[in-house]
């Protein structure tokens, strides 16, 4: 049992890195990732189950875990079965309350993506509800200072959303659809 839960959690981290190269990274919906996907430096941590608790506790693990290790930037906890994304919502809700609780508001923002991930107001087949897709939910700690000095950098990080939106929209949902099935493999 425990060799199959290890290539399935492989299985995961690979779908969720192909996601991060083939889409992320390759339609550039966030400009800073690239330059971590070539350095190496993301971390896919893989969380079974669907109790809060459990997935609560990994993802503070994972904030120990940047802590400790100041070459890894950014990490990706991924939670294969959390698939409902109401429930998704409320652990990210508790998420976000234990960063603040544990002292990591800004230290680490958290961004998160859901298979089925919807904008509060926006239609289900939104082409624009992809910007924040992923092959499974995942809940990514981002190191505040890196984002901070990348920001600085960026020409104008304010028109992210806004160009992704609109690239989301020109894809199609078709596209998308068929760009997220593929990072399953």
């Keep these: 049992m425990a060799e199959r839960q290890v290539k399935l959690a492989a299985e995961y981290q690979e779908a969720t890195a192909r996601w991060v190269k083939d889409f992320v990274v390759e339609y550039n919906i966030c400009p800073f990732a690239k330059r971590e996907l070539e350095r190496g430096s993301i971390y ?31 990490s990706l906890v991924i939670m294969p079965e959390l698939e409902d994304f109401e429930d998704y919502l409320d652990v990210l809700d508790w998420a976000e309350q234990l960063l603040q609780q544990q002292g990591y508001e800004g230290v680490y923002q958290l961004a998160s993506f859901h298979p089925d991930y919807c904008f509060a107001g926006a239609a289900p087949n939104d082409a624009s509800n992809y910007t ?54």
Aim: with cysteine; aromatic share 2%; charged share 20%.
């Design 44 to 74: 896919y941590q893989v969380v079974m189950g669907t109790q809060p608790e459990a997935l609560l506790q990994s993802l503070l693990l994972e904030c120990l875990r940047l802590d400790q290790q100041p070459e890894i930037e950014t």
């Design 132 to 185: 924040n897709r992923a092959p499974y939910a995942t809940l990514h700690l981002i190191r505040e200072q890196t984002i901070s000095r990348l920001t600085a950098l960026h020409p104008d990080p304010e028109s992210i959303p806004e160009r992704n939106i609109a690239l989301t929209e020109k894809l199609g949902i078709s596209s998308l659809k068929q760009l997220l099935a593929a990072c399953k493999g």
